[in-house]
C-alpha cells in the first residue's frame, strides 16, 4: 500500500485494512451474493420451463437462459443443476434443504390457522442463527437492507438531514397486530408487506414476465420517504421481521461490547449506526444486527466483539483488560 493511499486512510480516519473493514466487505459479499441468487433463481427456473417444451428458439433469444443454456448443456442430466436451488429469501430450497424466514412461517401458520410441523422446522436455522448472533439476517442476508443502505448513501451525497423520528415499539405492534389479523382474515398479512419478499417477487416477475407489480412502487415508495424524510424508517420502527429477529437476538451471545478507557467520545459509531443505535455508550440494545458499520467507524478500536450473556443493565461495557478482542 502507497504512503498516499495510507494518508488517504489516515485523512478518513478509518482502519485499513483491519478488521472492520474486512468485517464490511465480508458483509457487502454476501448482500450481494442473495441479490444474484434472487436473479439466478427465476433465470434458472424459466430456463427448466423453456427446456421442457424444447423450445430452442425462446432459450437463444435471450442472454441468461442462453448463457444457462451453455453452462449446463454438456452434463447429463441438466435439471439437477437447474432445479438444485428454489424460492427466495421467504423460503429457500437448496437441493434438500428447506429455510424459511421465521415471519413466513408464522405468517403462514397464522393464515392456515394450522400447525405444520414440516414447515415449523425450517425456521430453525435461521431462529438459532438469530439466538446466537442477533438480528444478523438483516444486517448481512436482507436485500432490502443493501438498498436501505444505499438510500443513507444518497441522502450523505445530497446533504439531506431532515430524519423524522417514530416509536420504535411500532414495528413489535405491527407484528401483534399482522399476526392477528392474518388468523382472522385467513390471509397471509406480512407477505405483502415484507420488503425482502417484494423484492424477490418482483425480480422474478420482472425476469419472468418483464412486468412489475405494485410491490415495486411500494418499496420504491418507501425508499424515497427514507432518503427524504426519515432515516432507515421501515428498519426502525415499522418491519415485522426486523420486529422478530429483535427479539429473537436479544439475548444473543456474540455481542458488539464498547471498551471504555479506548473511546474518545468522538460520536462517530452512533452517527453511521443504520438503526440509531447507541453503541457510544454501550447501548446496543435488542435491535442491534452485529453490522460492524460502527466497528469501521471506530478509529481507536473500542468497540469489540465478544462472547458472552446480556448484560443485566443492558449496557455492553467492558474495561481493557476484559475484552476479548475479535
Ligand atoms: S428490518 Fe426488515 S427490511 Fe430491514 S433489514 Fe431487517 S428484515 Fe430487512
Ligand atoms: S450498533 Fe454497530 S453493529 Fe449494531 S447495528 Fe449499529 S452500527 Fe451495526
Known amino acids: 500500500m502507497t504512503e498516499r493511499v495510507r494518508r488517504y486512510w489516515r485523512r478518513r480516519n478509518r482502519h485499513w485494512p483491519g ?6 466487505v465480508a458483509r457487502r459479499t454476501l448482500q450481494v451474493g442473495v441479490l444474484v441468487l434472487l436473479v439466478v433463481i427465476p ?73 405444520f410441523d414440516h414447515f415449523l422446522i425450517t425456521a430453525l436455522i435461521p431462529v438459532l442463527a438469530s439466538l446466537l448472533l442477533g438480528r444478523v439476517f438483516c444486517g448481512w442476508l436482507c436485500p432490502a437492507d443493501l438498498l436501505f443502505e444505499l438510500g443513507t448513501k444518497i441522502r450523505g451525497w445530497t446533504g439531506i438531514e431532515t430524519d423524522v423520528g417514530f ?14 389479523a392474518g388468523v382472522v382474515l385467513g390471509t397471509q398479512i406480512f407477505a405483502e408487506i415484507y420488503p425482502p419478499r417484494i423484492i424477490g417477487g418482483e425480480l422474478y416477475l420482472w425476469i419472468t414476465f418483464g412486468v412489475v407489480s405494485a ?17 432507515r424508517f421501515w428498519c426502525r420502527y415499522i418491519c415485522p421481521g426486523g420486529a422478530l429477529y429483535s427479539l429473537l437476538g436479544r ?62 443493565d443492558g449496557r455492553d461495557v467492558l474495561p481493557a483488560a476484559e475484552a476479548q478482542v475479535s
Open 19 to 24: 478488521r472492520g473493514f474486512r468485517l464490511q
Open 43 to 115: 433465470t434458472l427456473s424459466l430456463y427448466d420451463n423453456l427446456r421442457n417444451q424444447r423450445d430452442e428458439v425462446g432459450i437463444e433469444a435471450r442472454w441468461d437462459t442462453s448463457l444457462v443454456h451453455q453452462l449446463v448443456e454438456d452434463l447429463d442430466d441438466p435439471s439437477r443443476v437447474t432445479q438444485s436451488v428454489r424460492g427466495s429469501v421467504w423460503t429457500l430450497k437448496v437441493g434438500e434443504l428447506v429455510i424459511s424466514d421465521p415471519l413466513a412461517v408464522i405468517d403462514f401458520i397464522g393464515a392456515a390457522r394450522v400447525i
Open 167 to 180: 416509536a420504535r415499539i411500532t414495528k413489535f405492534a405491527i407484528l401483534a397486530l399482522g399476526l392477528v
Open 215 to 231: 410491490g415495486a412502487w411500494f418499496f420504491l415508495a418507501l425508499l424515497a420517504f427514507e432518503i427524504f424524510v426519515s432515516r
Open 251 to 312: 439475548w444473543r451471545i456474540l455481542r458488539l461490547t464498547l471498551v471504555a478507557q479506548e473511546c474518545t467520545d468522538c460520536t462517530r459509531c452512533n452517527a453511521v449506526c443504520e438503526f440509531g443505535l447507541d453503541p457510544m455508550r454501550g447501548r446496543f440494545g435488542q435491535e442491534c444486527n452485529n453490522c460492524g458499520l460502527c466497528v469501521r467507524a471506530c478509529a481507536p478500536g473500542a468497540l469489540v466483539y465478544r462472547v458472552g450473556l446480556r448484560p443485566r
